[in-house]
């Protein structure tokens, strides 16, 4: 049974940083792509950040670059999402995800097939 467990959510203040983390667990970690997405109230849940099976390529959303950072430790089965400099409207609950087989750093949430169950981040103003 694949299990992705988030954790490192929390309020914060805006400018603030948080790291988040996602352990993995039930699946050939190193084999896959991962990804985070997020959800605000009220929205659709929208990509973050994907980092493909090695760490060798990453991609990010517009709204996050050079603020969020992706990596993963396929020693550990974690990946990790750092977010600095904090804005409002980057409040939302974040999943992790990975994908099926594809090794690639996918944006489309339609190539991912394991999915965690959150962790919110408030960033107050």
């Known amino acids: 049974q694949v299990q992705l467990v988030e954790s490192g959510g929390g309020l914060v203040q805006t400018w603030g940083s948080l790291k988040l983390s996602c352990a993995a667990s039930g699946v050939t970690f190193s084999n896959i792509a991962m990804g985070w997405f997020r959800q605000a109230p009220g929205k659709e849940r929208e990509f973050v950040a994907a980092?493909?099976?090695?760490?060798?390529?990453?991609q990010y959303a517009d709204s996050v670059k050079g603020r969020f950072t992706i990596s993963r430790d396929n020693a550990k089965n974690t990946v990790t999402l750092q977010i600095n400099s904090l804005k409002p409207e980057d409040t939302a609950v974040y999943y992790c995800?990975?994908?099926?087989?594809?090794?690639?750093?996918?944006?489309?949430?339609?190539?991912?097939?394991?999915w965690g169950q959150g962790t919110h981040v408030t960033v107050s103003s």
């Open positions: 995800a990975g994908a099926r087989h594809g090794r690639n750093a996918y944006n489309d949430p339609h190539e991912y097939f394991y």
């Open positions: 980092i493909n099976w090695n760490g060798g390529s990453t």
